[in-house]
C-alpha cells in the first residue's frame, strides 16, 4: 500500500452553492487556501485528484432513479414541488445535478484511491453531505456523497467498512441507507435529537433486523465541551469499530460542534476537533492499515471556525498535525477579511484549549454526557458481546 495521500479537490466543487444559505461554499475556499498557506497541499507524498461526478450508475446505487430525474429537472421548472427540493434548507439552484454528482464522484474518488491501495488516507473537504436519503434531499444535501462512496466499496470487495460520523447533526442519510447492511457500521455522535434537526439518532437505533448492531448512535446534550465530547467518544467508538474489525474507515468530519457554530449548540473548539481527528487517524491505523477515507460536512462558522478546523484535517490526513498555537497567515488573513468582511478572522489555529479528558467510569454520579454514554453502551454493547458496565470494553 502506498504511503500517499490523495487530496481531492477541483474549484468546480464550490459550484454546490446554494445560495443565500448557511451552506457556503466559501468554507471550503478559505479551508483549500489556508491550507496551501500552512505547505499542507506541498507535502511529499500528497498528491491533488481531480474529480469526475458520479455516473448514474454510481448514484442509482444509493439514490433512486425517480430522484435524480427530478434533481435534474427542477431547476428548469418554476413550479416544481416534491422531492424535498425547493425548500428553505434545499433551495433549488442552476446546475444542482451536476454539482452535486460532481460532489459525489469526488468522494468515491477518494474512496478508490484507498481501496485500491494508490494511498493509506484520502480527503474530499467538499463532502459530506449525509441527511440526503435515496429518495429525497434533505438538511442541505442532495446526493449523499458518503453513502454512494460507501457503496463503492462494496462493489469493489469491501466486506467490513465502518463510518464515523463526528458532525454535530446526526447522520441519517447513511444510517438509513445501510440499515439493514450488515457489512456497513454506522457511528454518529451528535447534539440529541431532542434539540436539534433530524431528530433522530437515539440510542435505541441499533440497526435493521438484518444487521443489529450495525448503527451506533451517542447522542449528547446541549453544551458538551471537548473533555465531556472525548470521554464520550473514547468510551464508544474505539471498542465497537475493534470488534466489528473495519478493512477500511470512513468519516464524516463535521465542523458544526463548535462553540461557535450559530445552527446548534455544543462546546467544541478546533482543538478538541483536531484530537477527535487524531483519534479517527489511530484508529484507521490500527485496525485498517491506514485506510482512511475522510470527508467535510457541516459547519456555519465559515471564517472564525471550518477553515481552521479542515486544515487540521488536512494536516492529520497528510502527516504532521499543525500545532494549534501556529499563527495563521497574514495572506490568509487578507483573504478571509475580504471575502466576508466584518467577520473575526482568527489569528491562531487553535483556540487554546486544553482538550484531554478524564476516561469514562460507569461509577459515582453521572453528568448528562456520562449518561447519554451509559445509555448508548447500554443499548448495542450487548449486540457486540461486550459489556456495557466494564469501562476496559
Do not use: K
Amino acid at each position: 500500500m502506498a504511503d500517499d495521500t490523495v487530496v481531492v479537490w477541483d474549484e468546480a466543487l464550490l459550484a454546490y452553492d446554494l445560495g443565500d444559505h448557511p451552506l457556503d461554499p466559501v468554507r471550503v475556499e478559505l479551508t483549500v487556501a489556508l491550507a496551501r498557506e500552512l505547505g499542507v497541499l506541498d507535502r511529499p507524498g500528497v498528491r491533488l485528484v481531480r474529480p469526475a461526478p458520479a455516473d448514474e450508475a454510481l448514484l442509482t446505487r444509493v439514490h433512486r432513479a425517480d430522484y435524480l430525474d427530478a434533481v435534474r429537472a427542477a431547476p428548469h421548472d418554476p413550479f416544481f414541488s416534491g422531492y424535498g427540493l425547493g425548500t428553505s434548507d434545499n433551495p433549488v439552484f442552476e446546475g444542482m445535478h451536476e454539482s452535486s454528482a460532481l460532489v459525489a464522484g469526488a468522494t468515491v474518488a477518494a474512496a478508490e484511491a484507498v481501496w485500491r491501495g494508490e494511498a493509506r488516507r484520502a480527503v474530499n473537504v467538499a463532502g459530506g453531505l449525509h441527511h440526503a436519503m435515496a429518495g429525497r434531499a434533505a438538511g442541505f444535501c442532495v446526493y449523499n456523497d458518503p453513502a454512494v462512496a460507501i457503496a463503492r466499496l462494496l462493489d469493489l470487495g469491501a466486506e467490513r467498512i465502518a463510518y464515523v460520523d463526528v458532525d454535530v447533526h446526526h447522520g441519517d442519510g447513511v444510517q438509513q441507507i445501510f440499515w439493514d447492511e450488515p457489512r456497513v457500521l454506522t457511528v454518529s455522535l451528535h447534539e440529541t435529537p431532542l434539540a436539534l434537526f433530524p431528530g433522530t439518532g437515539f440510542p435505541d437505533e441499533t440497526g435493521g433486523p438484518a444487521a443489529p448492531g450495525s448503527a451506533v448512535n451517542l447522542p449528547l446534550p446541549p453544551g458538551t465541551d471537548d473533555a465531556g465530547w472525548q470521554r464520550a467518544f473514547h468510551a464508544v467508538v474505539p471498542s465497537v469499530l475493534r470488534t466489528f474489525r473495519p478493512q477500511v474507515l470512513v468519516s464524516q468530519c463535521g465542523a458544526d460542534g463548535h462553540r461557535l457554530d450559530p445552527l446548534a449548540d455544543l462546546r467544541l473548539s478546533v482543538d478538541g476537533q483536531r484530537a477527535t481527528y487524531l483519534a479517527l487517524r489511530a484508529l484507521a491505523d490500527e485496525l485498517c492499515e491506514g485506510r482512511w477515507v475522510a470527508t467535510g460536512g457541516g459547519g456555519y462558522a465559515l471564517v472564525e471556525v471550518v477553515p481552521r478546523a479542515w486544515t487540521h484535517l488536512l494536516a492529520v490526513a497528510t502527516g504532521d498535525p499543525v500545532d494549534p498555537a501556529t499563527p495563521t497567515p497574514p495572506a490568509w488573513r487578507a483573504l478571509a477579511a475580504a471575502r466576508r468582511p466584518g467577520r473575526e478572522v482568527p489569528l491562531r489555529m487553535g483556540d487554546g484549549v486544553d482538550p484531554s479528558h478524564e476516561p469514562w467510569q460507569p461509577t459515582g454520579e453521572p453528568d448528562a454526557v456520562d449518561r447519554a454514554v451509559a445509555a448508548t453502551r447500554r443499548a448495542v454493547f450487548p449486540l457486540f458481546g461486550l459489556d456495557p458496565h466494564d469501562p476496559r470494553d
